[in-house]
């Protein structure tokens, strides 16, 4: 999952790189409003996540959908937390996902526990959601939208 989420990333990179930032940020009627919002709210819980997995990584910072100003930033952030979500998933073994995790809920406001697996498998399933989302975003803006197939996946991502 670490490296078909890397893959995704990559193709919605390209598209991202070259679209114009009025169009990336133009309120889109999604949860999140914008491509851009959407892909800025995904990559900061993707570094929140992992910074629960991984305690010496660093949690995001600011509004989640404003983490990053631009299209560009967005990509340069992405590329890094990726490879990091990479790295991560190479060091799990049974006993990351037989653990609990507990971290502090600012939306809650408490403590939270969950079996570590369901965590895991909630991170790459959010994932999957708001790429989606964005999917949808792309396709009604004109714009080609990545493949999502696992057929379609290289073998040396």
């Excluded at 890397?6 to 070259?18: G, P």
């Excluded at 989640?64 to 952030?77: I, K, N, Y």
């Excluded at 526990?113 to 909630?122: D, E, N």
């Amino acid at each position: 999952m670490s490296h078909y989420n890397a893959w995704q990333n990559k193709q919605l990179s390209s598209i991202i790189e070259v679209m114009d930032e009025d169009a990336l940020t133009a309120d889109r009627g999604a949860f999140f409003g914008s491509i851009l919002g959407t892909l800025n709210h995904l990559l900061w819980c993707d570094q929140l996540w992992l910074s629960r997995f991984d305690t010496a990584l660093p949690g995001p910072s600011g509004p989640d959908t404003q983490l990053c100003p631009s299209g560009a930033a967005w990509f340069q952030a992405r590329k890094v937390c990726d490879k990091a979500i990479v790295d991560w998933a190479q060091g799990l073994d049974q006993s990351n996902l037989n653990a609990e995790l507990s971290w502090f809920s600012g939306i809650l406001q408490c403590e939270v526990t969950k079996p570590g697996a369901q965590c895991v498998m909630h991170f790459f399933n959010h994932q999957t959601h708001h790429r989606g989302q964005v999917h949808a975003m792309l396709t009604a803006a004109g714009q080609e939208a990545p493949v999502t197939d696992l057929i379609f996946m290289p073998e040396d991502v």
